[in-house]
């Protein structure tokens, strides 16, 4: 049997939580424009019992009033792009710009969102 180090473990975390944040990135600028900067909270993960979801909640825009929730049922689904997406919720009626867009845009390129990840769970 083969033992992983302390930091061996920290390492896979810290990959696995940049892999989702990108992913929820290409997700993110994939079906909506105008996004620029996409603040990330703390990821979620279901507890060993199976109750919970695997995701974020994300702030666009660095605007606190326009919050998204982006998750699966659990991380296999997350990874395999069968994720659902709650938001953006915007509390006092204003669309703040941030469009809808009718068709799946490819091209466009989510390496230009600036990703900024907090140590907080939820905004």
């Known amino acids: 049997m083969r033992y992983m180090t302390v930091k061996q473990s920290q390492a896979n975390a810290a990959n696995e939580e ?11 600028v994939t079906h909506y424009k105008g996004i620029k900067k996409i603040e990330f909270s703390i990821l979620e993960k279901p507890n060993r019992f199976g109750g919970g979801s695997y995701g974020y ?6 605007d606190d009033e326009i919050t998204a929730l982006i998750e699966a049922d659990n ?9 659902s997406f709650q938001g953006p919720h915007y509390p006092n009626g204003s669309n703040k710009g941030l469009d809808r867009m009718e ?21």
């Open 75 to 83: 991380k296999k689904d997350f990874f395999a792009n069968k994720m």
């Open 18 to 28: 940049r892999e989702a944040r990108e992913l929820a990135t290409k997700y993110l």
């Open 57 to 62: 909640m994300v702030r666009i825009n660095g």
């Open 103 to 123: 068709d799946y845009n490819s091209k466009r390129d989510w390496k230009k969102v600036k990703i900024i990840q907090t140590k907080k769970e939820s905004f």
